[in-house]
């Protein structure tokens, strides 16, 4: 394989990532446009979510069976057509709800089995290139938050000089090019031979099956639910109300925002660099987690102002920006080639269903018990979760493992056949 094959897959997936997020700029605009109904534009929404989640549930085996190689350019080809299809359909014989909710609903669900088919070609495209898994998994996430920095603002400058459809447009055509950079990036990439198929209901039974044995994966799920649950309740909820009650200005809602978001993608470039020398994961996992989502909560429930807030942000964001990237490394390490598919779509869709709970639930905390009380309820929950690497004994797995003296002549030998 050609040694751009990894650098191809991180653009895809960079790609892919700026064009959902734009997506989720523009069509909410589309709509306003269209109906201007505000509450059109929460059933469309919503649809696009619902159909990611279901996505998650139901694309593991498909992936398994056809083969990442495969279903990442073909998933995103059928979304660049569903958001084409949103103008063409406009500008034609006129877009009803339901019409214009299934064509939502229908792009959420493609992009979902796309993305965790790059991230069950990684491990192989790691190999054939020379890499590390560290690195490999350090450049898939750093791509991951840098579309999702860019596509907003992208998506919003583009709407000040076009229409809503054009910015649909542009965001099918991204798509479309992430299409070709991933069969670049798998193209020559070995099938596997996962043996003789059963029926899909056996197939997502080894899914599950496979999760209540990996007993530290099995952690990871649980831990990455309830913070992204928190998460969401942070970003969507606490922090613009912080901004708009206690600082009294919608400038610092985005600074901070964006100082968060470009502080993780540091934190992932910096993993990226530097990941393949650490081997006390553990270590670091805690000291990040402890460092990275826990003192903003801890900031605002104290009523810092915005220089103090600012700071604790960013060294948060960077601390955090190394957290996916250690999981997903350990992930890629003790899930057989066989099941990632499903056994990273149920970790996506058991990590990313809470959140729109936690977004409701955050909601009425706020409201309920004050925003001061909601964040030290939070806060006290982070520490409460930071327990499980601390005292976990499963948890100790998440060391890099020292490599036999036969791994290493392997790798030295894949290091210079890719150097050839």
Not at 232 to 246: C, D, E, G, I, Q
Not at 333 to 343: A, D, K, Q, S
Not at 397 to 419: F, K, M, S
Request: charged residues 15%; contains cysteine.
């Amino acid at each position: 394989m050609r040694r751009t094959g990894l650098p191809a897959l991180w653009f895809s997936n960079g790609v892919v990532s700026t064009a959902g997020a734009a997506g989720f700029v523009a069509i909410p605009w589309f709509v306003l446009e269209a109906t201007g109904s505000a509450a059109r534009v929460g059933v469309v929404t919503a649809a696009e979510l619902v159909g990611l989640l279901l996505a998650a549930a139901l694309s593991g085996p498909v992936i398994d069976r056809i083969g990442p190689a495969r279903i990442a350019p073909a998933c995103d080809v059928a979304a660049a057509l569903c958001l084409s299809a949103i103008p063409v359909a406009h500008a034609g014989t006129g877009l009803t709800l339901w019409s214009l909710t299934l064509l939502t609903g229908a792009f959420g669900a493609l992009r979902e089995p796309g993305q965790t088919a790059r991230r069950v070609a990684l491990p192989r495209v790691v190999d054939a290139t020379g890499s590390t898994v560290e690195r490999g998994a350090g450049g898939m996430d750093a791509a991951f938050r840098a579309g999702q920095l860019a596509g907003a603002p992208l998506a919003g400058s583009a709407l000040a000089l076009f229409d809503s459809s054009g910015v649909l447009w542009f965001s099918a055509a991204a798509l479309l090019l992430a299409a070709l950079a991933v069969l670049y990036a798998l193209w020559g990439l070995p099938a596997v031979d996962g043996g003789e198929r059963a029926g899909l209901r056996h197939e997502f039974a080894a899914g599950f099956g496979y999760l209540r044995r990996d007993r530290l994966i099995t952690w990871v799920v649980v831990l990455l639910a309830v913070t992204n649950l928190l998460d969401a309740s942070f970003m969507a909820v606490f922090l613009p109300t912080y901004a708009a009650r206690v600082l009294h200005s919608p400038v610092a809602l985005g600074v901070l925002s964006g100082t968060l978001g470009g502080a993780a993608l540091v934190g992932n470039l910096l993993f990226t660099w530097l990941g393949t020398r650490v081997r006390r994961r553990r270590a670091l996992f805690v000291l990040a987690f402890a460092l990275g989502p826990v003192p903003p909560h801890v900031a605002m429930a104290l009523g810092a102002g915005f220089p103090a807030l600012f700071g604790v942000i960013a060294v948060g964001g960077l601390a955090a920006g190394v957290i996916n990237p250690i999981l997903a490394t350990a992930s890629y390490e003790r899930i057989p080639v066989e099941l990632r598919g499903r056994v990273l779509s149920l970790t996506t869709l058991v990590a990313q269903m809470g959140t729109p709970l936690g977004v409701l639930l955050g909601g009425f905390a706020a409201e309920g018990a004050g925003l001061r009380g909601t964040l030290v309820c939070t806060s006290l929950s982070y520490a409460a979760v930071l327990l499980l690497p601390l005292l976990g004994s499963s948890w100790k797995e998440l060391d890099r493992p020292e490599p036999n003296e036969h791994e290493v002549g392997v790798t030295a030998e894949r290091r210079a056949g890719a150097a050839r």
